[in-house]
Each structure stands twice: as C-alpha cells, then as structure tokens.
C-alpha cells in the first residue's frame, strides 16, 4: 500500500519512478511545500514538465476542469497542485489511464472517507501515493535538521541540531533560515555549522534569551543583561510575559536541583520532566550556582515583582531591570 513518510517518499522520488497522483497528508505545511519543489524539480530534469500551476478551493470548480481537460506540449506533462478540494471531485481523473497532468492534492485534514471520498482516497492509495506530512520529531527532525546542511555542503552535528530544535520550536523555515545563514557566515572554507557558529550569527529567540539572560545574571554581566533585556523590549515582549518565563525558567531549574539533590542522574532528568535534552544540560549548568534553597528565593523576588508590575507600583521595565540588580546581589553575596 503506497503510504509514505514524508523522508521515506522523497527517498523514492529521487531514485525511482513514480505515479501521476498524489495525496498530502498531514498539517505540515513546509514539508507538503518541499514535496511539491522536489516534485517539479525531478520533471523539470527528466524534461517532462511543460506548465505549473496552482488552484485552491475558491477557484479550483469549472477551472481545475478546464486545465484537466487542455493537453500540454506533446511530449510534456503539466504539474497540477490543489489545496483542500473535496476529493469526491477527483475520482472521474484518477480514473484515467494516461493522465495528462501531474496532480498533488494537498489535504491537510482528511474528512470522513465515505461515499465517493472513500473511492478517491482509495485511488489514490492504489494508483498514487498518499504521503504523510505531519510535523517531525525526536530523531527525524533531527535527520531533516541535517539533510538541510548536507544540501548545502556542510555538516551539522547532533548537538548543533538539538540547539536548533531548542531555538526554533517546530518551525522548519526559521531552522532552514539559521542554517542558510550560517552557510553564508562559513563560506566555502567551513564544513561544519558547530554550535559556537550558530550562537554567533543566530537571531534571539524568546525563549533561548531568557537562557542567555540568567547566564549574565549568575556571572554578574550588567551590560550584557542590559542588552538582552533591550532586545526583548524591541522585540515587543512585555514585562509580564518576561516576568511569567522567567518564573517558568527558575521552577525548571528548581526541579532538577532538586532532582540531583534526590539522587537523580543528568542523563534521566530530560525524561523525568519531559524536557528538550538542550533545555536541561543549559539547566544542568545553571544548576551548578544555585541551591534549591537559594532558587525559592529568587522565586520570592519574582513573585513580589509580579505583584509590583500589575498592581502599578512603578515602570515595569524599571522595576524589572532593579529586580535583576537585586538577584545578581543576592549571588554575589553569596559567592564570597
């Protein structure tokens, strides 16, 4: 049954024949995108492909017709693409024999398969390819991550990978944007997109620079707390949010302190609190300045911030700005 992964149907289209259907599956959108560029890339090598065009649901009616209906070049094949069109519309053409076109049916959410649906999918599955585009994960993504750099003839190891999966999310333009940049960055004298690259040339997201802002506050960096904390203000994030995540981040960190205070291996932490790997060895770090004793402090400070920001007792980017003085005071004491 011709039911494909998003890699597994890639892999077969760049090394061997393939139908005239083609049903996309899944709420990935990148990766239904990157199908139909190796699609038409693959026809427009082998020659076939005269015409490319794209219909969606409010203009696919008497137009998609009309384009099944007119030939191409003799000898040339046209490349059809439609956006969630009833599939009950299709079964007529995946009736066809010789199809002049090419057709790639982009679904992200299948309806119920019955009636003339269930016939259509049912072509599809016997005379096309239905492929999978659901968003990736753990080690798949990890390979996708990768397979981007190796496309632009660098490597990228698995932890540079991980930092990218942190930084990015679930956002496979904004991981193929990093990776590009730092491509560019390298030139044609680097190979590898090491994770020291990628932090050089990498844009701040939300939640890395609350990573990178508790990094300055442990080391007593003001003038790199000033500039990470600029950055989010222009980035439109406000005192609130930043206070809730940098609550969020010192609950994490209390966590695992406590959990290795337990007796708990770095290794299983990841697991135990259903965390990035990335996110917990930057936690395991941090976790080295601070007892769990000390974080229910820091806690405390927030908590009364909080409070501060939203009964208006002050600017709350003076008020945040004071209160990351006062926490990098509370560990400078400490320390000595």
């Not at 760049?14 to 990148?30: I, K, M, Q, V």
Request: net charge neutral; glycine share 8%; hydrophobic share 40%.
């Amino acid at each position: 049954m011709p039911i494909f992964s998003f890699q597994a149907a890639c892999q077969k289209l760049a090394g061997g024949s393939f139908p005239h259907f083609f049903l996309l599956t899944g709420e990935e959108r990148y990766l239904a995108r990157e199908f139909v560029h190796h699609l038409r890339e693959r026809l427009e090598r082998d020659g076939e492909l005269a015409d490319y065009l794209e219909l969606d649901q409010e203009t696919a009616g008497a137009e998609f017709f009309d384009t099944l209906a007119t030939l191409p070049l003799a000898g040339t094949k046209r490349l059809l693409v439609v956006e969630n069109l009833p599939l009950s519309f299709l079964v007529p053409y995946l009736k066809m024999e010789d199809p002049p076109c090419y057709l790639v049916v982009l679904q992200p959410k299948q309806g119920k398969q019955q009636g003339k649906n269930k016939q259509a999918y049912q072509l599809f599955e016997r005379k096309g390819w239905i492929v999978n585009c659901s968003p990736l994960k753990g080690k798949e993504l990890i390979s996708w991550i990768q397979g981007k750099a190796r496309w632009l003839g660098k490597e990228l190891p698995v932890s540079a990978a991980e930092y990218l999966r942190f930084l990015c999310g679930n956002d496979l333009a904004q991981m193929c944007q990093e990776i590009e940049k730092a491509s560019l960055f390298l030139g044609s004298e680097g190979k590898v997109i090491s994770l020291d690259v990628l932090q050089k040339i990498g844009s701040r997201s939300v939640g890395g620079s609350v990573f990178e802002l508790v990094d300055a506050v442990v080391e007593g960096k003001r003038e790199d707390v000033g500039e990470i904390l600029e950055e989010l203000w222009a980035q439109g994030v406000s005192p609130v949010l930043l206070v809730s995540l940098l609550s969020r981040h010192f609950i994490q960190l209390l966590e695992v302190v406590s959990l290795l205070e337990e007796g708990a291996r770095p290794g299983d932490i990841s697991r135990m609190i259903k965390l990035h790997p990335y996110a917990v060895r930057k936690l395991l770090k941090q976790g080295t300045s601070f007892s769990a004793r000390k974080i229910e402090q820091i806690l405390g400070v927030l908590l009364e911030l909080d409070y501060s920001i939203k009964k208006g007792e002050g600017n709350p980017r003076v008020l945040l700005e004071a209160t990351t003085s006062e926490i990098m005071e509370k560990i400078k004491k400490r320390s000595h």
